[in-house]
């Protein structure tokens, strides 16, 4: 039973969500998908949003479309809760552990609520997309006001209609995935490094993996729309861009016209963007003409995430993954051999269901073999409605934590030996930000994502420059600016 005052427009279904529509995806148009709320600019202009997102960066690139929607009718981002008017949450669900964190979150709200009742509560993001979350949200905490999810984002004005001038509490998480929406607004968080989404979605269904059910099947955007975005921000003097997709190498498929990730990475390396990078790479669409393209373009970062997950061919067909542990080990021989200064990472689970210590042994010899410059690392977390939660042994959890160390340890040792072999060298560092341990040196990253503090100031910021690695740590280098001369 689901509390009177919400509205259930509509309630998600994960059955709905993993399947694909009989129809070819709508490609809409956000203004024309939208009433013209003319009442709704002068009921939020100047009203603050507190937004706080969860997860990848799929739900980074959502944030900024919803501020950038809220911007249309004139609120503002504000970091305080207590200033806040509007509270959204963009939650992701893709382990448990991701889940507690906003479900911590949201109980802070409730005080906040009652000394200010004119406040909205909002929950987006992937966890709206499970059914037993919405109903233990919306009884568990009754000053939410409403729930939207991934799908919904450019419907964000009838939302804040219904909230803020209908007055209304209200479900419409809507888990089928239909459309393609165009000409989103964005507020993007950065000035000189941009995330393009070229597609959304996942039809690769790994056995343990939730995100098909919260992202709904494969759609890309066409190769023109991605191109035109991409040309504006060159324009508009970005340096970096980055190809965004659960899977971008299955980009295009549904297109039909013969589009694929390659052609549509070398369409953007050609604008002339600085620095151009792409997450993520499934190793089941991994082929030789994307690796051909990368080789070919200096603006095309020799860094890949090209997550493995295990390196034990039985728990690779247990995922559903599509590759065994021979095959994976020649696509990453083949990328060394045609592009020799690559810098590999991966994202690597342990403790899935019934892996044995020799199971985990694959593994650890697989990236030991590999040599990863960058490893994430995470213990299985069983999740609702996908087929790994129901296999039969699960791992315990001493078992999985003790894998967990020792494949951090040994990530640790690797990824450590590189940063040595580092000092001494040169490398162009795209500088981002003021280094948060000390504020007299800037941070950015080199081509193959490895992080590098300089002595600098807020001037460095968004411009590449050339240093020189003076001493490593494990997860950071120390350099120094070489001539003073910025690169751009
Ligand atoms: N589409 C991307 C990212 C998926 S989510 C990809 O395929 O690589 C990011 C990572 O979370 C995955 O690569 C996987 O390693 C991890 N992950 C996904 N589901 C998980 C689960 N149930 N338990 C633990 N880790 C999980
Ligand atoms: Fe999840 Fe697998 Fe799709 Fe990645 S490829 S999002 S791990 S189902
Ligand atoms: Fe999390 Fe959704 Fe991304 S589950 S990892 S925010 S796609």
Excluded: W
Excluded at 6 to 35: C, G, M, Q, W
Excluded at 103 to 115: A, D, H, R, T
Excluded at 306 to 321: A, C, D, F, H, K
Excluded at 442 to 467: P, Q
């Amino acid at each position: 039973m689901l509390p009177k005052k919400f509205h259930i427009y509509s309630f998600p279904d994960f059955k709905k969500a993993r399947v694909k529509p009989d129809t070819p995806f709508k490609r809409e148009d956000y203004i024309s998908l939208n009433e013209n709320y003319a009442n709704l600019s002068s009921v939020l202009r100047g009203k603050k949003v507190y937004m706080r997102t969860y997860g990848c960066q799929a739900n980074v690139r959502d944030e900024e479309t919803m501020l950038g929607i809220l911007k249309t009718f004139g609120m503002k981002r504000t970091p305080n809760k207590e200033d806040a008017d509007l509270v959204i949450l963009n939650t992701c669900a893709v382990r448990e552990n991701a889940e507690e964190k906003v479900y911590g979150e949201i109980g802070s709200f409730k005080s906040l609520k009652k000394n200010k009742p004119t406040m909205k509560i909002a929950l987006c993001g992937c966890m709206c997309l499970e059914p037993p979350v919405v109903e233990k949200v919306v009884n568990t905490y009754p000053f939410i006001d409403f729930l939207f999810g991934t799908h919904d984002i450019a419907r964000l004005p009838t939302f804040l209609h219904r909230a803020f001038v209908m007055g209304e509490s209200f479900v419409d998480v809507i888990s089928s995935s239909g459309e393609v929406v165009e000409n989103l607004p964005s507020l993007r968080s950065e000035r000189f490094k941009a995330f393009v989404n070229i597609m959304y979605g996942c039809d690769k269904f790994c056995s343990y993996c939730i995100v098909p059910s919260t992202r709904g099947r494969e759609r890309s955007r066409l190769l023109k729309d991605v191109v035109d975005e991409c040309k504006g921000l060159v324009k508009r003097g970005y340096i970096e861009i980055t190809l965004l997709g659960q899977n971008v190498n299955a980009y295009g498929k549904d297109l039909k016209d013969g589009t694929s990730f390659a052609s549509l990475l070398e369409e953007v390396a050609k604008l002339g963007i600085k620095r151009l990078r792409f997450i993520t790479s499934h190793p089941f669409d991994f082929d030789d003409e994307l690796i051909d393209v990368i080789a070919r373009y200096d603006n095309i970062m020799k860094y890949i995430h090209l997550p493995v997950q295990s390196g034990s061919t039985r728990i690779l067909t247990l995922m559903n993954r599509r590759y065994d542990r021979e095959g994976y080990l020649s696509l990453v021989n083949r990328i060394k051999t045609k592009i020799p200064n690559v810098a590999l990472s991966s994202d690597i689970i342990v403790g899935f269901p019934s892996e044995t210590e020799e199971d985990f042994l694959d593994t650890l010899s697989l990236v030991e073999e590999v040599q990863y410059s960058t490893l994430f690392t995470f213990i299985y977390s069983p999740r609702p409605f996908t087929p790994a939660t129901i296999m039969k042994d699960q791992v315990d959890d001493k078992i999985k934590h003790e894998r967990f160390i020792r494949l951090s340890k040994l990530s640790e040792k690797i990824i450590e030996k590189q940063a040595k072999k580092m000092v001494g060298k040169t490398y162009d560092v795209l500088i981002e930000e003021i280094s948060k341990k000390d504020d007299s040196f800037v941070s950015g990253y080199t081509e193959n994502y490895k992080l590098v503090h300089v002595k600098g100031d807020s001037s460095f910021i968004g411009k590449i420059i050339k240093v020189r690695i003076t001493s490593s740590h494990t997860y950071s280098l120390i350099g120094e600016i070489i001539d003073g001369q910025e690169n751009n």
